[in-house]
């Protein structure tokens, strides 16, 4: 099979897209023909050595996908040669066929296509568990969903749309504001152009926004916070613009706010059953329609490199997914 192999850490240009041997399941693993994989910002930091877990090189990228059964190891249940599944991979999923073990796949819902399947699981499972476990979000409650129209961020709108708040899109680009409006904006706040705090107060007409979704940190998050409301959440997704913030203290003070982590893969790990919850509930809002999951850019495999760059050049926007023809 073929496989994007990372050698070393540092520049993700020296990924190589190179033929090695097929993986065999052990006990309790199944392999998959991988038909899609899920391309997000954390691969990206991953194979500069940028990101919080550091696997031995070489090692084949990729922490989720969808595709079809192709054999069982030994002692597998509940799964046959031939099924559709979902599989969170950690690594390994940027290949033609990765090994996984049986228990954290999730069969492809019937009317699910693979490419939508295989990016489901990283942007929606973080998106949900911080919007429902984290910041105990409430129907007509105001999100400001900064980097609305990136592959977590997009997955907020449409999930806090879904859970009936007012979602406040926030974002660098007309283009990407209007793709935030089609999936369940309401208010659209451009923070290149615009005070992101006196937007913010503006959107939620004086009183300061309920959540603050923030996937980006750098330059964004303290005017954010500055806007936040009475009881606020504030929810630390991640660091795209590269710097993490330092904040002063007295603003969650004044606000009697919460600044609330979240970190979705640990989380998923320490309590399995509720990670399996949720993602039957967004099985079904996808059902429902009241989520679209859109795939913005297919790329096939071999062109993996097109995807990185997209991420890295901030100009991705949705979901991002590799397939294999
Ligand atoms: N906590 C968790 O459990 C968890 C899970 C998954 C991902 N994450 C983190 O969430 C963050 C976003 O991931 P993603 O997959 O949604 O990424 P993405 O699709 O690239 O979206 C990131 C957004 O950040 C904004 N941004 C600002 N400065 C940027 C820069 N210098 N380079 C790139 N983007 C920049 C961009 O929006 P604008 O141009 O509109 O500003 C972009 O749309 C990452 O830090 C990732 O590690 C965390």
Same mark, same amino acid.
């Given at each position: 099979?073929?496989?994007?192999?990372?050698?070393?850490? $540092?520049?993700?240009?020296?990924?190589?897209?190179?033929?090695?041997?097929?993986? %065999?399941?052990?006990?309790? =693993?199944?392999?998959?023909?991988?038909?899609?994989?899920?391309?997000? !910002?954390?691969?990206?930091?991953?194979?500069?050595?940028?990101?919080?877990?550091?696997?031995?090189?070489?090692?084949?990228? $990729?922490?989720?996908?969808?595709?079809?059964?192709?054999?069982?190891?030994?002692?597998? /249940?509940?799964?046959?040669?031939?099924?559709?599944?979902?599989?969170?991979?950690?690594?390994?999923?940027? *290949? &033609?066929?990765?090994?996984?073990?049986?228990?954290?796949?999730?069969?492809?819902?019937?009317?699910?296509?693979?490419? +939508?399947?295989?990016?489901?699981?990283? %942007?929606?499972?973080?998106?949900?568990?911080?919007?429902? =476990?984290?910041?105990?979000?409430?129907?007509?409650?105001?999100?400001?969903?900064?980097?609305?129209?990136?592959?977590?961020?997009?997955?907020? +709108?449409?999930? @806090?749309?879904?859970?009936?708040?007012? +979602?406040?899109?926030?974002?660098?680009? =007309?283009?990407?504001?209007?793709?935030? #409006?089609?999936?369940?904006?309401?208010?659209?706040?451009?923070?290149?152009?615009?005070?992101?705090?006196?937007?913010?107060?503006?959107? %939620?007409? @004086?009183?300061?926004?309920?959540?603050?979704?923030?996937?980006?940190?750098?330059?964004?998050?303290?005017?954010?916070?500055?806007?936040?409301?009475?009881?606020?959440?504030?929810?630390?997704?991640?660091?795209?613009? $590269?710097?993490?913030?330092?904040?002063?203290?007295?603003?969650?003070?004044?606000?009697?706010? /919460?600044?609330?982590?979240?970190?979705?893969?640990?989380?998923?790990?320490?309590?399995?059953?509720?990670?399996?919850?949720?993602?039957?509930?967004?099985?079904? !809002?996808?059902?429902?329609?009241?989520?679209?999951? %859109?795939?913005?850019?297919?790329?096939?495999? &071999?062109?993996?490199?097109?995807?990185?760059?997209?991420? *890295? #050049?901030?100009?991705?926007?949705?979901?991002?997914?590799?397939? /294999?023809?």
């Amino acid at each position: 099979m073929k496989a994007v192999i990372c050698k070393e850490y $540092g520049d993700y240009h020296n990924l190589a897209f190179e033929e090695m041997d097929d993986p %065999t399941p052990g006990p309790g =693993q199944v392999c998959i023909d991988v038909r899609a994989a899920g391309l997000n !910002f954390p691969d990206l930091l991953l194979v500069q050595g940028l990101y919080q877990m550091k696997p031995p090189t070489p090692f084949v990228p $990729g922490a989720e996908c969808a595709g079809v059964i192709s054999a069982l190891g030994e002692g597998v /249940s509940g799964f046959a040669v031939g099924d559709r599944v979902i599989a969170y991979t950690m690594n390994g999923a940027f *290949a &033609q066929k990765v090994v996984v073990a049986a228990q954290s796949l999730a069969r492809l819902p019937e009317g699910m296509d693979f490419d +939508v399947g295989a990016g489901i699981t990283t %942007t929606y499972a973080t998106s949900y568990y911080a919007l429902k =476990q984290r910041a105990n979000l409430q129907q007509s409650e105001s999100l400001a969903v900064l980097g609305a129209a990136g592959g977590v961020g997009l997955a907020a +709108v449409e999930l @806090g749309a879904a859970m009936g708040a007012k +979602v406040i899109a926030c974002a660098s680009t =007309q283009e990407k504001l209007d793709l935030t #409006k089609a999936h369940g904006a309401t208010s659209l706040i451009n923070y290149e152009k615009d005070e992101l705090k006196a937007a913010l107060k503006e959107a %939620t007409g @004086g009183k300061g926004a309920d959540v603050i979704y923030d996937p980006v940190g750098g330059k964004y998050a303290e005017p954010a916070l500055r806007a936040i409301g009475w009881n606020g959440r504030y929810l630390v997704i991640g660091f795209a613009a $590269g710097d993490i913030p330092k904040i002063p203290l007295n603003l969650v003070l004044l606000k009697t706010a /919460s600044i609330v982590g979240v970190f979705w893969g640990a989380w998923a790990m320490r309590d399995p059953k509720a990670h399996a919850q949720n993602m039957a509930e967004i099985f079904d !809002f996808y059902a429902q329609g009241k989520i679209k999951a %859109t795939v913005t850019k297919r790329y096939e495999m &071999q062109d993996f490199m097109g995807g990185f760059d997209a991420l *890295a #050049k901030r100009e991705a926007k949705g979901k991002l997914v590799l397939v /294999s023809s």
